[in-house]
């Protein structure tokens, strides 16, 4: 199965978790990576500044109708969610969801709808249940979920819920994801 697209969702914790994720990935990592970080609606564009600092891949701020590219790092603005359609991303600011917008659940959700079984999702640290319902609908859709082990994670109640709300493919501490991306999008196989 070829995957064509990654999207991450992370809340309490999720800087240091990006950190890690996109710190771990190489240059050459193939797919495109859709990142919503909860954040603050009056949030600037530091957490891209910081996190460019880690990853060998360009990351930038998403913007609407921007197009999809490969190799490339795209983060949700703040206070607007960000959506994943056929080829472009776009913005929206429909009504927060569990408390967040950008919305871990819209992401996912809108990714499943566009990529159906070519996307995986990844759930980092948090601390409330946005991007359980998320993950369920990229289950339902044939895609791949992984889930950061609560136990690994800075707050684990985010992961824990979208393992009850889904029959997640992986639950991996925070260090083994980049790997286990890596090994997926170059056609290793990986142990089930």
């Known amino acids: 199965m070829r995957y064509e697209l990654v999207v991450v969702g992370a809340s309490l914790g999720g800087f240091h978790a990006l950190e890690n994720l996109l710190g771990g990935l190489p240059a050459s990592f193939p797919m495109p990576v859709v990142i919503v970080q909860h954040r603050s609606g009056d949030s600037d564009e530091m957490l891209v500044n910081l996190l460019m600092r880690k990853s060998r891949l360009p ?26 359609e056929e080829g472009h991303l ?5 009504s927060a969801v569990e408390f967040a917008r950008p919305s871990i659940d819209v992401m996912f959700e809108s990714a499943a709808d ?10 980092l640290t948090g601390s409330n249940k946005d991007g359980a319902q998320g993950m369920a609908r990229i289950k339902e859709c044939g895609g791949l979920a992984v889930v950061q082990d609560p136990a690994s994670s800075e707050n684990g109640r985010m992961p824990a819920a979208a393992i009850a709300a889904a029959a997640v493919d992986r639950i991996l501490p925070l260090p083994d994801i980049a790997n286990f991306l890596i090994d997926i999008a170059i056609g290793r196989k990986v142990k089930s």
Do not use: C, M
């Open 59 to 84: 990351v930038v701020e998403a913007e609407d109708k921007q197009a999809i590219i490969p190799g490339k790092v795209y983060i949700a603005p703040a206070n607007y969610h960000l959506l994943v």
């Open 90 to 94: 776009a913005l929206s600011t429909q």
């Open 114 to 123: 566009a990529f159906r079984e070519r996307v995986i999702a990844v759930l």
